[in-house]
């Protein structure tokens, strides 16, 4: 059986399709690291921080394949990682994953 490259038959979502996820809450963010091949963004890191209660949301995007000097993802989701103000995690979950009949990242925070 011949192996089929990850990324054949997956459409890479747009750098505003992925800001308009992070984005959505309202919350302002700043981009961290941003790595991009001809295909679009295969990994963004984003950080919001919550002026009143000072908790921190930390944003990964990550496109599935296998890139340079990173692991091997599975999906093309975002997880968003929940830190209080001392710097200590509150939780981890994911927020969005590409929706392969729609070739669009589904938000899992309003289904």
Known sequence: ME??????HEK?????????IIGRLGE???IKKHLFDREGTYLLEAQATNTETRE???YRYTRKGKF???PE???TAIHATYLNHSGNLISSIRIA?????TGKLKD???E
């Not at 192996?3 to 054949?8: G, Q, S, T």
């Not at 994953?97 to 009949?101: E, G, N, R, W, Y």
Request: proline share 6%.
């Open 97 to 101: 994953v590409l929706d392969a009949s």
């Open 108 to 110: 899992k925070r309003f």
């Open 12 to 20: 890479t979502p747009t750098d505003e399709e992925i800001f308009r």
């Open 3 to 8: 192996k089929i490259p990850y990324n054949v």
């Open 56 to 58: 921190i949301v930390q």
């Open 68 to 70: 340079q000097n990173l």
């Open 28 to 30: 302002e963010y700043v």
């Open 73 to 75: 993802e599975s999906e």
